[in-house]
Nanobody
Framework: QVRLVESGGGLVQAGGSLRLSCTASGPTVDDYGLGWFRQSPGKERAFVARTSPNGGDSWYADVVKGRFTISLDNAKNTVYLQMSELSPEDTAVYYC?????????????WGQGAQVTVSS
């Protein structure tokens, strides 16, 4: 089991930057890849970025490539999402995610969510 605690949400103007943090804990936390999803009102929860369990590889949704950067501090079990060039379309609740692939499918845990609001 993995516990995820997020911080760093807030209000920024278009073109600005924010950094989200998520700290993971649990006896098997090193088995999980960490990443971020977001959800806007009336929309499905959408993938944003993910890193491999060791932090060696990362993947991004096309809409955030070149603007967002995911990073992992393995010693702290903390994943970050550095967001720049923000636009109002980035306004959403951002959820930290821990995922582990098993023989029966993907095992997922979620953070409590962090509100990011981008004003025009």
């Amino acid at each position: 089991q993995v516990r995820l605690v997020e911080s760093g949400g807030g209000l920024v103007q278009a073109g600005g930057s924010l950094r989200l943090s998520c700290t993971a804990s649990g006896p098997t936390v090193d088995d999980y890849g960490l990443g971020w999803f977001r959800q806007s009102p009336g929309k499905e929860r959408a993938f944003v970025a993910r890193t491999s369990p060791n932090g060696g590889d990362s993947w991004y949704a096309d809409v955030v490539k070149g603007r967002f950067t995911i990073s992992l501090d393995n010693a702290k079990n903390t994943v970050y999402l550095q967001m720049s060039e923000l636009s109002p379309e980035d306004t959403a609740v951002y959820y930290c995610n821990a995922r582990r692939l098993t023989t029966s499918g993907a095992e997922n845990y979620w953070g409590q969510g962090a509100q990011v609001t981008v004003s025009s």
